[in-house]
């Protein structure tokens, strides 16, 4: 039987989504919590790993296992068992060729930027920081430039693994409410570090060390080493992974935009 698993969690005091010797990672304790309830071992597979600090609304999972339980126990029996940063959202039995990883159409992600002369204290950890007034007009007109399909070179980490730098970027929008800057980015998949390396440019044409136009030009050229530094994992959200219909998932559970963040409001 095969299961799939909405996962969310607070990526502050993890070494990140994979699986390492010593048991920091997400995966570590997920997999420790699921093994209990089913009396065997179990290994999970991911729509997408996630860095040091970074955290999930929705990751999704799927596993195998021979053990026969109630739905409602993979998701009350783990959270029983997981530390308080991590928490099952709902589970579901799935085909037997579901595959979190490739079935995944589209993976979103959004990063809270506390755009604020003075660093945030009630939020730390939560959001990223910019002590700069930023406008966010011209970063809504840089950020279109990403939409369609690109070679993304420019904002891949030296140690990303992927295949291929083309990725067609679905959504790339910019939003300010209040002291908060909200970034929404949906790609059909994303490359090491590339949101964050994103956000560190489109903070550059905010600030306006650069024009709009400046994200073109980096897109043409392919050049990490002329973009901006790789800004911090704190206020990055893995949103949502999108499915096809047939998949038989719930549709945004925890990702849902209507789910509000920490700091919702403030």
């Not at 990526?11 to 699921?34: H, I, K, M, T, Y």
């Not at 999930?56 to 993979?74: G, K």
């Not at 910019?130 to 966010?136: I, R, S, Y």
């Amino acid at each position: 039987m095969r299961l799939a698993l909405g996962v969310a969690y607070d990526g502050s005091s993890f070494c990140g989504w994979q699986s390492q010797p010593n048991g920091c990672g997400v995966q570590d304790v997920l997999e420790r919590a699921l093994s209990e309830i089913a009396a065997q071992p179990v290994t999970v597979v991911c729509a997408g790993r996630t860095d040091t600090g970074v955290h999930a609304l929705e990751q999704v999972v799927h596993f195998d296992t021979t053990a026969s339980r109630p739905l409602q126990a993979w998701v009350r029996g783990a959270n029983a068992l997981l530390p308080s940063a991590v928490a099952v959202q709902w589970a579901e039995e799935v085909a037997e060729d579901f595959h979190a990883r490739f079935q995944a159409e589209r993976r979103c992600y959004r990063y809270i930027l506390f755009n604020h002369p003075v660093r945030p204290a009630l939020w730390a950890g939560k959001v990223g920081w910019f002590h700069v007034p930023l406008d966010v007009a011209a970063m809504q007109q840089a950020a279109a430039y990403l939409l369609g399909q690109h070679d993304f070179s420019a904002f891949r980490a030296a140690e990303c693994q992927a295949k291929s730098p083309l990725k067609h970027m679905y959504e790339a929008r910019i939003e300010r409410q209040g002291d908060f800057i909200v970034f929404h980015f949906c790609a059909n998949a994303f490359l090491h570090h590339m949101v964050r390396n994103l956000v560190g440019s489109l903070v550059y044409v905010g600030k306006g060390s650069h024009a709009p136009e400046w994200i073109v030009q980096l897109l043409h050229e392919r050049d990490r080493s002329k973009a901006a530094p790789t800004f911090a994992p704190d206020g990055l959200y893995l949103e949502r992974v999108i499915y096809p219909a047939d998949a038989g998932l719930p549709q945004a559970v925890g990702g849902s935009a209507s789910v509000p963040l920490p700091f919702a409001g403030a």
